[in-house]
């Protein structure tokens, strides 16, 4: 995931605006130091680059680090770099909460992955765009890095049509007149529409769309809906969305469905890390 240098002076000056007052009163100035990252939880690490690139830009020499997408246990080193103490005390807070909230999203976005795979060996899991906006970058590198896969970047990327298109449209019936002139317009993508219904997806599983996506079905009833459309089209790519989280990946990767998409992955406490500053 490539990260510009434009986005990293953000990260640095969104917290250090002008100078770190307390080193500056201090007169750390010139003096030398290390500075290391602890995860103190098992975790999969997400970050440790632009960290890295954090450190270059404050003149810190990095020792050694751990790639994104690494497993580590309790009291793992994950990145550790050399430099001025000035310079090490404004990229510790950063760079810490880059980590932090970076594994987390791996870290949660990894367990969904591993639990739903437990019955589903080829399952996917993606996350949606439901992401804090200006945290985008590091979101959607923290889902890659645990596993996962962004379900749209963005609207200019992908077709999926809601029920709040429908209402413009015609509903179901105006978009099956829409479905091949869409299709010949954008042959060098998907068609994928979201249901709420059976009877919605029995219809539209024959009308050519390449996807269907579930919306907040309870597993039961989707699993019989996944075996009724399988046996009119056994191509089709089906979705399971809404709700979907570490505590219900497993009863939803056991209907049969191609992937998870889940905004959970977004929420949840960061990953725990620890920080040791020290004089050289």
């Known amino acids: 995931m490539y990260f510009s240098d434009e986005s990293i002076d953000k990260f ?3 917290d250090v605006p002008y100078i770190d007052l307390t080193s500056l009163i201090l007169d750390l100035a010139g003096k030398k130091g290390k500075i290391e ?6 975790a999969v690490i997400c970050g440790t680059e632009e960290v890295a690139k954090i450190f270059k830009k404050l003149n810190i020499n990095t020792v050694r680090y751990l790639a994104s997408g690494s497993k580590v246990q309790p ?7 050399e430099g001025n103490a000035e310079n090490l005390h404004i990229a510790w807070r950063v760079s810490m909460n880059i980590l932090e909230y970076a594994s987390g999203i791996a870290t949660r976005t990894n367990n969904i992955l591993d639990k739903a795979r437990q019955v589903n060996p080829k399952i996917e899991v993606f996350a ?6 200006g945290t985008k970058e590091l979101s959607i590198k923290a889902v890659i ?3 996962g896969f962004p379900h749209r970047l963005g609207l200019s990327e992908t077709i999926l049509v809601f029920k709040q298109h429908l209402n413009f449209i015609g509903g179901i019936e105006g978009l099956i007149a829409k479905i091949n002139e869409g299709k010949k317009n954008t042959c060098d993508k998907k068609f994928l529409v979201e249901v709420e219904t059976i009877e919605d997806a029995l219809i539209l599983c024959q009308t050519g769309v390449d996807g269907l996506q579930f919306d907040k079905i309870a597993p039961a009833e989707l699993k019989e809906a996944i075996n009724l459309i399988r046996a009119k089209n056994n191509e089709i790519s089906i979705l399971a969305a809404g709700g979907i989280n570490e505590h219900n990946a497993v009863q939803y990767a056991q209907t049969g469905v191609d992937g998870l ?4 992955v977004y929420f949840g406490k960061p990953v725990d890390m620890g920080t040791s500053i020290i004089q050289r």
């Open 12 to 14: 640095i000056k969104e």
């Open 261 to 264: 998409v889940t905004s959970s």
């Open 37 to 42: 990252f602890i995860c103190r939880e098992d």
């Open 145 to 147: 890095a645990g596993g």
């Open 128 to 133: 949606t765009r439901k992401i804090f906006p």
């Open 75 to 81: 009291q793992t080193s994950v990145i550790e770099g």
